[in-house]
């Protein structure tokens, strides 16, 4: 199992941009379909963003389309979340996840490893 550890979390206005990081352990990182998801207070945790092993492929979640942008650096063991006009629906916690099958991580159950978690709180 990979080890994952999120950064970049905090208190933004409604309209500002945040990155969120995610630093992986182990030498098997590229192998892995990484994404993010997040879950706010009295919500199920829900889909954000999906990236392949490769970086090839990416997927999003309808509610942050063109707000967001999912990466990865292979080298770095890590992978990005680039949040931008963001709105107070996007206050949640943001979890990192792994999957070692599939192209694309978009759904709980084919997640494999899950980070801690990292706060975004975005004011109106």
């Known amino acids: 199992q990979v080890q994952l550890v999120e950064s970049g979390g905090g208190l933004v206005q409604a309209g500002g941009s945040l990155r969120l990081s995610c630093a992986a352990s182990?030498?098997?990182?590229?192998?892995?379909?990484m994404g993010w998801f997040r879950q706010a207070p009295g919500k199920e945790r829900e889909f954000v963003a999906a990236?392949?092993?490769?970086?090839?492929?990416?997927a999003y979640a309808d509610s942050v389309k063109g707000r967001f942008t999912i990466s990865r650096d292979n080298g770095k063991n890590t992978v990005y979340l680039q949040m931008n006009s963001l709105k107070p629906e996007d206050t949640a916690v943001y979890y990192c996840?792994?999957?070692?099958?599939?192209?694309?991580?978009?759904?709980?159950?084919?997640?494999?490893?899950w980070g801690q978690g990292t706060q975004v709180t975005v004011s109106s």
């Open positions: 182990g030498r098997t990182f590229s192998s892995y379909a």
């Open positions: 996840a792994a999957a070692r099958r599939g192209v694309l991580v978009t759904t709980t159950s084919e997640v494999g490893s």
């Open positions: 990236i392949s092993w490769r970086g090839r492929n990416t």
